[in-house]
């Protein structure tokens, strides 16, 4: 059968288009001419995230999810990502999944390590990490709360239960009395305050001016305390210390035997003969006083002294008694 130039002209056409479909695909297949990587992250639960969703990083759009699929038998998900050649991090960043929103649905925003690890490749699997929305976090703080109110409830309860069963009807009637008992006593308190107060207000004059003699007296010992530190006391304080230590300087000494005092104190014999010396010396002065004939005789116009009689009981001869009795 021959074929007319139309109809080759036509196959030749079509089998042109279809080359260049296939070359097409081939070369956006090939390395040299691809603008995109492809990773790849394990979740157990993605939340309702769906293919065609934005990623980014540092909120900035640089691919989009193009594939979720179950990864094994286990029930995790394998989430593919495409992501623009535009920059480069570390094999070692995180694919983090995250809500957008209260209302919103999920996103993935790749958290990138600058480190030493080996770049990034396509093909390579990233860490995943499910941060927590909002309405989880609202859920992990008010759960805790939660118990802690059931809690308190079932506490107050109990309490309640407790309560009622100490108000037995004696109870409720003594407490009763204890009430009109305390409305009693603050009655009474408001009539002491009352009577305070006039009280205060008939004596305002006089509680003024002992105010005004409080502030004088205040001002005064001010005054006082004032010169007392202008008149050196801190140096008169040291004086008086030195001579407080010179004096039990001094009573040491004499205690210890030292100086006339010392001796005086401690010499019996020094002391007995002092003791001595003042009885003759007061016996001495007695009999001067009776008969003073017998030590001053005076002779007037040449007359005739006259020889002295020693009286009766004579002091000086008690004296002569009394050493002779201690000389025995």
């Not at 960043?93 to 209302?103: P, V």
């Not at 919103?104 to 929305?133: N, W």
């Not at 759960?143 to 009807?169: C, W, Y």
Request: proline letters at 3%; glycine letters at 6%; hydrophobic letters at 35%.
């Amino acid at each position: 059968m021959k074929l007319s130039r139309e109809i080759k002209t036509g196959i030749i056409v079509v089998a042109g288009i279809v080359a260049f479909i296939f070359g097409l695909s081939y070369l956006k297949s090939s390395p040299l001419f691809e603008n995109n990587k492809t990773f790849y992250a394990v979740y157990d639960n993605v939340g309702g995230l769906q293919p065609g969703t934005q990623v980014s990083i540092n909120g900035f759009n640089v691919g989009n999810i193009t594939d979720i699929r179950f990864k094994d038998d286990s029930g995790k998900l394998l989430v593919t990502l495409t992501v623009n050649n535009d920059f480069e991090f570390s094999e070692n960043s995180i694919a983090e999944l995250f809500d957008t929103g209260i209302i919103g649905g999920k996103a993935v925003q790749i958290v990138p390590v600058f480190d030493k690890a080996p770049i990034a490749k396509s093909g390579d699997t990233l860490q995943s990490k499910i941060k927590p929305g909002i309405t989880e976090l609202v859920q992990q703080k008010l759960t805790p709360l939660q118990m802690k109110i059931e809690g308190a409830v079932s506490h107050a309860d109990t309490l309640l239960m407790n309560f009622n069963q100490i108000l037995d009807d004696p109870t409720k009637k003594q407490l009763q009395q204890t009430i009109a008992s305390l409305n009693e006593v603050v009655t009474s308190f408001k009539g002491s305050a009352d009577n305070l107060n006039l009280l205060l207000d008939n004596n305002k004059m006089q509680l003024d001016s002992s105010l005004k003699n409080v502030s004088h007296i205040t001002s005064n010992f001010s005054k006082l305390s004032d010169s007392l530190v202008n008149s050196d006391l801190g140096g008169t304080l040291t004086e008086f210390k030195t001579t407080v230590n010179k004096l039990n300087s001094i009573l040491a000494k004499i205690e210890s035997g030292e100086g006339t005092l010392g001796k005086l104190q401690k010499d019996d014999a020094l002391y007995d003969n002092l003791a001595e010396a003042s009885k003759e010396l007061d016996l001495l002065l007695q009999d001067f006083r009776l008969n003073p004939k017998r030590y001053v005789n005076v002779s007037v116009f040449g007359k005739k002294q006259k020889e002295y009689t020693l009286p009766e009981n004579d002091p000086a001869e008690q004296l002569d008694s009394i050493q002779q009795k201690e000389n025995q």
